[in-house]
């Protein structure tokens, strides 16, 4: 963020938050990112954010371990080393089913975590800095990219009249 | 979001987001109590001494046991059922509440996600420690070996291994990505130190993105909608060890569904034991309150009746069957030489819960803890009889024995139980047992007194 | 919020011409093809079974919500109370089943000669069955009418103690509920196979019936709504209903898979028998049975797109309909009818003409109230209901 | 064809090439079961099981290998010996009175088996528990193992020095030595005795029987002029009528008997039917078509009315009679209608009722049909006033020397004190015998008898039936043979073995034709093991005239009763008998037929007087001052206490030290001879509780269809009657899934209920052959018993009179095994001929295949028995069964399992693969029969077959397809490969 200019508007609480993103949408500033203690209800909408891929992503996954799962079983008992187990046939698929299904589960959950936290950027980093440390705690900020900060913040000031804000940076 | 004016709130006391962050980090921040060191003085004592009995099983053999030639499973796999039941109710709170949009649940699923986790591990012990050589355990595996030999994926003892490592995991992880918020908080307020630097790593530099909370909910809830089978799955398949045989009183096709509701209500059953406890000793009440048990003990009843349902319904149709072993096995059960299990066992699980239906007793904190270990005694005698009385009376009369346990089962028993105690005690000095963001997400509709909800 | 669905002529003539033509063809089926007398009893206990489970599993889901404190259904909640009044008509159409005994019920007129009949014969006998089946009836007619009475008495009266009162009777029908329908089930069906015998059998055919009820639940709001009712009913409330629907599909399959896997894989005669006899004559029912049932509503809703078009999910759950119909005919016909059952004509028309009472009946139920409970305490909360 | 081979350490030049010829290249390697393998040596996948299975093997080959080296040096290997395969010496079994003509299993040079010798006209084939665990006595390492004097260690050349010298100054002063021994049955013994005795010519010889059979023997003196026990002809008699004798178990030769017995329990050719008149629930008795209870004192009154009976009709003559205890007229109404054709028998050792015995069976014109006199039984010619007489003498000190072999009086004989002082009053005393005995404690020379399977001898158990037996082994232990001590102390040059072929050659030669040298017909009667030659006309006829001149007065018969309320009756246990094999640990370890109990004997005491006297399974009560715990057996005679005999041993061995109680000292001297049963008045409890190791603690069926049985009149109606439920199974039951077929062979056994005795000779011939391991009581206690083949024993009826019926469980080999469905790492699974595997080393000991069985076959190793567990210093060896010694008998083509592992029968596979492999090696299908598991080759009473399903010609097929045949548990439809055909009864005569 070093090298974005960019605004910060902080709140204590969620509502003028929703209020104040709304406000901005509608005066086409351009938020860089919401910061939120909680995941507060209705801001993805207010900030028509895209839905998501991970569903997609979990899908994918999780078929992929169903064919894996189903697949790798049949072969085993069909193909690579039937053996005769109490009479039942070499493809007893209904024994399949329940390996099928956990590694499906395990595949989709895997991914699906995996997808997050890839596409979040999220990873251990021991040198992290947080924007603000109050952030996880109970305060709300927007991050709105500015060309030039000071003629911004006025402008922004303006628009967000009224609405009940910490602090303008 | 609206909310009915019938529905009592579920956070009490006049909170912002501020004192439900000092409120919930506060067990972290100070020094324990004095309760705490007791605590983990006598459940690592049991824990050392259940570890002594496992190098003594794994030394001596299983013959230190008292199972024998026609008791092949008794304490061990009743045991293993029991955890696992146990650690079905963090899953159950956290996903399938999660879905039917149960608020009530945020206040409990930390501590209960936490404790299916040590549930687990103590259940998975139990299928390793029963072989009778735990040293090749890791052949159950389908790793490629110089023989080209994979498993049997017949065998109801594989799925177990898949469903419960599969479970072992998506809880694990269920429970951590629940969790980056909350270590995000901890990193925040620690100020400096060692412990910083750990939470840093944890939080996976978490700074609270609308983006990142936004796929942080997208992918709770599908967490949530793949653990829901699977918490059915596993306990489905917990119970096929026992269904899929021949064996009278094993063999019925109900078990799967109604181990599920069976683990759900010994699972809630130890989250109350465990939460009653906590709320005390913390100084949660507000966070956990009546409405809290009053909804857990709710579930009780249900599940409760849905397992005395199933009891009934085995009895029935054994009669029913017209077939002389199943009838027998059932009758057996009932009031053969273990006819006490049994009733224990159906007082415990079918008669006592149904207490509840009465108000004043549901919203009594010190009955329902009493009542709470009464069914976990019961569940696990559910399973002893399962297991037991099925066995010992089978097919040929001439193979018809008894079984008594051994100073080393009871000893793995309470092993495990130290463990778990040993667990829950460091975890509550380690993570926050509140989800805190959770909390804060949804204490202005559940909430009594936000200053904004006034 | 006084909306009042009304039953006009059109509808009532419509659906009289269906009663009738089905009536007409199921009477023609008999005299021209003569199916034989098991086929005919069986199609219509097949019917009885079908129809009053819907009506059943609709007093499930009120019941249910209810207990547990539901808000979101409220603005839906007289969708299945009608449907539940179908409960006595099916009473009438089940005591038909007295004269089919022989031909269903192979218990029924065992000689005593076979000695697992013998040692049921406490149980199964048809006195007792009959007693059983008032007693069933009874208690859900009751209990449901105590439901339903207190709804119109708390929407008359605004008085909280209604609502109370009917918390009250929907925990007492739970519980009723959840014995009879195991025992009803075990009676009217799986004493069919009076052999067999399955302790999981009471759980599936309850969860059809919650299931068949959930898809005709959302099949009605469609029609409503396509007639310009119910508006308020939006597309978080669809959602939440597709769900169930997808849900407990799945959980419907799951319980299926429970029963085939551990029969198949005990693989001990006197259970098999049952699936052997299906998946030999029935080969095609039987697959049919599970692509309607799961593989349907698992892929067309498993997208959260699809599960808030009410358009989609109406059209799974006639899939699923036919499904759990379809379902009920493999438990039934192969034990009552054996291997010349068969989806003929008689079996359409008849199912036609049941399905033409069932909605006169609920539409006549419709009418007599205002679509919505306007005193209700959730309501409020359903229809600022987000999902 | 077997190989019937020679002694090892002859090495003629040429003889050796009378064996079949063998190919000693790879051809005939086990290697060459892997025959799957490819071209270029890699091995395909499906061999991995093989592997693994013989890799085991090997190693265990390998490994006992070296151990052998110790016994027999190969300095020069021996050209008969290929490493991995069996080599088989004809040789005879005999200890005490117990006999039968066997074939020995070696393998490297170690006897690891005994069979039964099919060639043998007395016990064809057949084997006894007893027989079968006498192997392991071998290995005992509690034998003695060198001379012994005052109980230190000496050596042979100075202990000879001394007891010649001793002798020498005994015979030079006119003093009076005697030799004690068991009956000697062998004509090469007889001799080099009487050699003896020439050279001592006050030497007196006294052959003591510790079950004596004196009172039978003076009987027949005056009843038959013959001092000797006749030839019993079970096998020609329709109707048997027993009188407490335990002739399939333990009376005079039930190897003999049960094979002659069950020849007549097969309900297609015609049933014999058995009275038995009893007090204990005996083997016997237990197959006894009708048992009726008797108190040993009654037995003469019964005889008498049954005698008066008889008279009355035969010779129309009134005798006296007191009242009969029981009802006899129906016995005597089937015994008069089947004149000729039955048997009557006792096992009293009051001459008097022999004398009673021996007139019915006269009347009856029994004699000279089943009861012959030429070929009669040489096994017990002891008589009780002999050894009374030596005791008297030893008391009073007119005894210099004693030489005892193979008895033991000081355990055995009534008056034991009286025989443990004379002992002390004798100058020279030395035993001949080859373990540690009560006897032995007391004297001061011990020169130890070699093992019988290192021993040459001969044997003569009935007359005109030769067998030899000889060493298979080198002696392990610093022994020497009995004869040969005899020999050297009485100064002759010869070694025994060439004694034994001369007198072969002289005394044998003229019988035989076949063979023109000396040399040659002993060398061939070595390999058969058997010399049965033609009985000369004369002795046919000798008895026959004889016996009508012979008077008889019932009149004189002393009909007494016991006034005592209770009687002890004592019995000899199937597995013990009277007591010489007790440091063996199989037979410890045997489950009573009866009682299921091991390890113990006990009071069985009868259900009724149990309620009576308040008394419950272990308590513990007290008999004379003797210590019991009581034991409540349903058919027990009311009034009777069974206790069995040969327990509480104090100097055996550490196995069989202190196990049981010792009641010996309960038998009396009654007329003359002992008596083995007598009348207490009181019982008293002691309060004291007992737990028993038993196996089987539920006695009934619970009305299940486990064991089918039907009367012999339904079966000629209908023969699937008893098997309704069989019939319908199969019209029923169908599969859900293909059925798997077995293109090749099927293996499958067939178990006859009818002719099954129960004897459980089939339990240690399975344990000797599969390395089943010892447990210990305790451990059988805790019902850890690890036996691959039970025995189920059900009661059916009430409970003072139960019908006993007996049911053999092995692994069934289902082709729908439950067990093979749930083995998580696929351990057990099914063989591609129908057997169901066991992989032992990949099993992790789930035990989640045991609980899947319905019949419960499976064993688990749950401490380490056997050395082969994975961690050391947690071996739970209780009876020794690990040391290097002991473990040389154990079978190399069997793996000893570890601990934590499930072991269970195996169809024997590794005789199927070595039958395969020989079938393979000739080029030719496998024939019938030819393959035999341990359990079928061994059963005494033909009971259980075993083959291949899939060859419609074979045995078995043609048993499967009877209306006898059923599956247990069929409703399971676990499909087995083991069958049973239903029990017939005899209802019928």
Known sequence: MENINYISVSFDDEIPLLEAVGKLKESNEKILDVLTPFPVHGLDRALSMKRSRIPLIGFIFGAFGAIVGFGFQTWVFTINYPLVFGGKPFFSAPSFIPITFECTVLFAALGMVSAMLIKSKLKPDSKFIPFDENITNDKFIILISAEDVESARNRIKLTLSGINIIAIK | ?454 | MDEQFIFRKQFRQVLAIVIVVGIIGSLGAIFFSKPGSSRIWASILLNNQFFLGIALGSAFFLAVHRIAWSGWHTVLERIPESMTTFIPVAFLLMLLVYFGMDKIYHWSHSSGQDAILEGKKAWLNIPFFFLRLVLYFAGWIFLIRMMKKNSNLLMNSGDLKYHNRRKLYAGLFLVFYAVTVSASSWDWIMSIDAHWYSTIFGWYVFIGMFVTSLAFIILLIWFLKRIGHLVYIRTDHVHDLSTLLFAFSIFWAYLWFSQYLLIWYSHIPEETTYFLQRKENFRIIFFVNLGLNFVVPFFGLIRLKSKRQLGVAALVAAFVLIGHWIDYYQMIMPGAVGESARIGILEICMTISYAGLFIYIIFNSLASRPLVNKNDPFLEESLNYES | MKKYWREINSKKGGQEDLQVAKVRDGDNSIFNLFSGMKKDGSASRRDFLKLCGYSFAISALASCETKVRKAVPYVIAPLEITPGEANYYASSFVNGSDYCSIMVKTREGRPIKIEGNSGSGITMGGTSARVQASVLELYDTNRYHGPLKNGTPSDWKSVDEEISDRLKIIMETNGKIILITPTIFSPSTEAVISGFLEKFSDAEWIQYDAVSFSGMLEANKLSFGKQVIPDYRFDKADLIVSMGADFLGSWLSPVEYTKQFSSKRDPDKGMNYLIQFESNQSLTGSNADKRIQMKPSHETAILLNLYKDIIASVENREIDAPPSPVDVSETSKKLLASQGKSLVISASNDKQVQLLVNEINKSLGNVGQTILFESYLRVRKGLDENMERLVRKMKNSELDGLIVWNVNPAYTWYDREGFIDGVKKVGLTVSLSCVPDETNRLVQYICPDHHYLESWNDVEAKRFKYSLMQPVINPIYNTRQMQDSLMKWSGGGVVFHDFLKGFWGSSFMSQQTDYLTSDAFFENTLQKGVFEPAIPKTETESVKENIDSIPFDAGKINHQKSQCKVEVVLYESIALGEGRQGNNPWLQELPDPVTKICWDNYACVSPVHAKELGLEDGDIISLRSIELPVHIQPGQAYGTIGVALGYGRSNCGMVGDGTGVDVWPMSSLKDGNIAYYSGIDDIVKTGKKYSFAQTQTHHSMEGRALVREAGLKEYEKDPVAGNELHVHFTETARSLYKPREYLHHHWGMAIDLSKCTGCANCVIACQAENNIPVVGKKEVARVHEMHWMRIDRYYTGSEDDPEVVFQPVLCQHCNNAPCENVCPVAATNHSSEGLNQMVYNRCIGTRYCNNNCPYKVRRFNWFNYTEAGTISGNLRDSAGMTSDLRRLVLNPDVTVRSQGVIEKCSFCIQRIQSVKLKAKEERRAIRDTEVQTACSQTCPANAITFGDMNDAESEISRLINSGRRYNLLEELYTKPAVNYLTKIRNNKS
Not at chain 2, 241 to 268: E, K, L, N, R
Not at chain 2, 392 to 416: A, N, Q
């Open chain 2, 1 to 454: 979001m609206f909310q009915s004016p019938l529905r009592i709130p579920l956070i009490k006391g006049r909170k912002t987001y501020q004192s439900i962050t000092s409120d919930l980090l506060n067990p972290l921040m100070n020094k324990p109590a004095k309760l705490w060191y007791l605590g983990i003085t006598l459940s690592g004592t049991a824990l050392l001494f259940g570890a002594f009995m496992i190098f003594w099983t794994v030394w001596q053999g299983i013959g230190t046991f008292g199972e024998n030639r026609t008791v092949g499973w008794a304490w061990d796999i009743t045991n293993f059922v029991w955890w696992i039941g146990i650690g079905h109710a963090g899953t159950f709170i956290s996903a399938i509440l999660l879905l039917f949009r149960q608020k009530w649940r945020t206040s409990i699923n930390r501590s209960a996600e936490a404790m299916t986790i040590f549930a687990v591990i103590c259940a998975a012990l139990f299928p390793i420690i029963h072989m009778g050589r735990a040293l090749l355990a890791f052949f159950i595996f389908p790793y490629p070996n110089t023989r080209s030999l994979w498993v049997n994926f017949n065998s109801p003892l594989v799925w177990d291994v898949f469903a419960i490592s599969t479970y072992f995991t998506v809880s694990l992880v269920f429970w951590y990505v629940g969790m980056i918020p909350d270590l995000g908080t901890l990193r925040d307020k620690i100020k400096k130190g060692f412990k910083k630097t750990i939470y840093k790593v944890l939080s996976l530099g978490w700074k609270g993105s609308a983006r990142h909370w936004h796929r942080h909910e997208v992918t709770s809830i599908l967490l949530a909608a793949l653990a829901t089978p699977l918490v059915l799955s596993v306990h489905s398949i917990v119970s096929m060890d026992f269904a899929t045989s021949v064996i009278p009183g094993w063999h019925t096709t109900i078990f799967p569904p109604y181990f599920v509701a069976g683990a759900i209500f010994s699972g809630f059953a130890m989250v109350l034991t465990l939460m009653i406890i906590t709320r005390k000793a913390l100084k949660l009440e507000e966070y956990i309150t009546v409405s809290h048990v009053e909804n857990m003990n709710k579930i009780l009843i249900a599940t409760g009746s849905i397992v005395g349902l199933a009891y009934i319904t085995e009895l029935f149709i054994s009669w029913y069957s017209g077939v002389e072993y199943e009838h027998f096995a059932l009758m057996n059960r009932a009031t053969g030489p273990y006819w006490w299990a049994y009733w224990i066992m159906m007082t415990c699980n079918v008669i006592s819960p149904q207490l509840l239906w009465i108000k004043k007793l549901r919203t009594n904190i010190i009955f329902t803890f009493f009542l709470s270990i009464v069914i976990n005694i019961g569940m696990w005698f559910e399973r002893f009889v399962i297991v037991v009385t099925s066995l010992h009376r089978d097919f040929l009369p001439s193979s018809w024995t008894m079984y008594k346990p051994t100073i080393v089962e009871v000893g793995l028993f309470v092993g495990t139980l130290g463990f778990f105690f040993t667990a829950f005690l460091l975890f509550v000095r380690v993570f926050p047992v509140i989800a805190i963001a959770e909390v804060k997400s949804v204490v202005k509709t559940v909430g009594e007194t936000h200053p904004e909800n006034l």
